[in-house]
């Protein structure tokens, strides 16, 4: 057996043709025995795998090419500025200051609604006539948190 690791790209054409030939000869052998509805079938879908595999070779590969575009990196250090302005490494850090300050101001806006939701709970206990012991009933706090919804 032969690894296809160590075989040159020009013998693996040549043995993977060879194959297909004694493939195609050990399937021809019988042909004449086939009934005539299968042969136009097996005929149908030879053609239609060799118009497949045209169609695939005639894409070439270097044909695809990624382009990758650098106006959103950050480069800070001491290497080569190739070009590149400070503005392009301050422009660079707008998105990010954008975030932080997003993130800070959902922050803030979440601990003032918890701030007046507390405020509203003590203001409705306090200006109203319990006696003291109903603060401390199991039920009371159950209460509480069913009328604010």
Wanted: net charge negative; no cysteine; aromatic share 6%.
């Amino acid at each position: 057996m032969i690894a296809i690791e160590n075989v040159a790209p020009v013998r693996l054409d040549a043995l993977e043709s060879r194959f297909g030939l004694r493939l195609a000869s050990r399937l021809s052998e019988s042909v004449d025995q086939l009934p005539h509805d299968v042969t136009e079938r097996l005929r149908h879908a030879r053609n239609t795998a060799l118009a497949r595999r045209l169609v695939v070779k005639s894409v070439p590969v270097d044909a695809i090419s990624i382009g990758l575009s650098s106006a959103a990196t950050l480069s800070f250090g001491s290497g080569p500025s190739r070009g590149k302005s400070w503005w392009a490494s301050l422009t660079a850090l707008v998105p990010l200051a954008a975030l932080v300050g997003g993130l800070y101001l959902i922050g803030h806006f979440h601990a003032q609604e918890q701030i007046a939701a507390a405020a509203e709970i003590d203001a409705a206990l306090l200006s109203d006539d319990l006696p003291p012991a109903a603060y401390s009933d199991p039920g009371f706090v159950e209460f509480l948190k069913t009328s604010r919804d």
